[in-house]
């Protein structure tokens, strides 16, 4: 499986961005998917996920109510919608596919796409 992520950008405080995730492969529709970010300095921390089916919705305490991830198994792609962005949300953001365990930790998932680069000034 490859991934591509895009859709980042320098946005201001308040702004919306959606990002994108691009799937190979003819698995994408039976697994879970997630957005992961890293700022400089700081760990990669999780952001949200979505089961195989898109009816399970996880989010990090940080982007609820902000953030929403939805897929499209047709286009072998999952999304994230950002909202009312915060400076402390700039950060490397990286989409991922979940292999098991526990959603929160990176180590669940076994193929994590580029990156790309979200900024958001105050």
């Known amino acids: 499986v490859q991934l591509q992520a895009f859709g980042g950008g320098l946005v201001q405080a308040g702004d919306s961005l959606r990002l994108s995730c691009a799937a190979s492969g003819r698995t994408f529709s039976s697994v879970g998917m997630a957005w992961f970010r890293q700022a400089p300095g700081k760990e990669r921390e999780f952001v949200a996920a979505?089961?195989?089916?898109?009816?399970?919705?996880y989010y990090a305490d940080s982007v609820k109510g902000r953030f929403t991830i939805t897929r499209d198994n047709a286009k072998n792609t999952v999304y994230l919608q950002m909202s009312s962005l915060k400076p402390e949300d700039t950060a490397v953001y990286y989409c991922a596919v979940h292999q098991g365990g526990s959603h929160i930790y990176p180590n669940s998932y076994a193929y994590w796409g580029q990156g790309t680069q979200v900024t958001v000034s105050s």
């Open positions: 979505i089961n195989s089916g898109g009816n399970g919705l």
